[in-house]
């Protein structure tokens, strides 16, 4: 049974900084792919940022540069650092997490606010 468990979300305004975590278990060999999806109201699921086990990274266009994802495979832990937000920033962001096994798992969502 994987669990993954978000923390770091909240309210900012445009030009602050927020860090997610998500913290991940019930994998016996850890997790290949992990990254971060947010939805805003009225929109799709989007990605934000992937990274790989090896750390090989990816990012939608308009956070590049601003937003940075890492992971620590010994915690099993994936985190998203984002600095200058925006308020089109504003969404839910989930957390999401390949064991290799079955199907990718999701966090329940954390909101992320920024105000003008």
């Known amino acids: 049974q994987v669990r993954l468990v978000e923390s770091g979300g909240g309210l900012v305004q445009a030009g602050g900084s927020l860090r997610l975590s998500c913290a991940a278990s019930?994998?016996?060999?850890?997790?290949?792919?992990m990254g971060w999806f947010r939805q805003a109201p009225g929109k799709q699921r989007e990605l934000v940022a992937t990274?790989?086990?090896?750390?090989?990274?990816n990012y939608e266009d308009s956070v590049k540069g601003r937003f940075a994802i890492s992971r620590d495979n010994a915690k099993n832990t994936v985190y998203l650092q984002m600095n200058g937000l925006r308020p089109e920033d504003t969404a839910v962001y989930y957390c999401k997490a390949d064991s290799g096994v079955g199907f990718p798992s999701w966090g329940q969502g954390v909101q992320v606010t920024v105000s003008s």
């Open positions: 019930g994998s016996i060999f850890g997790f290949n792919d």
């Open positions: 990274i790989t086990r090896g750390g090989s990274t």
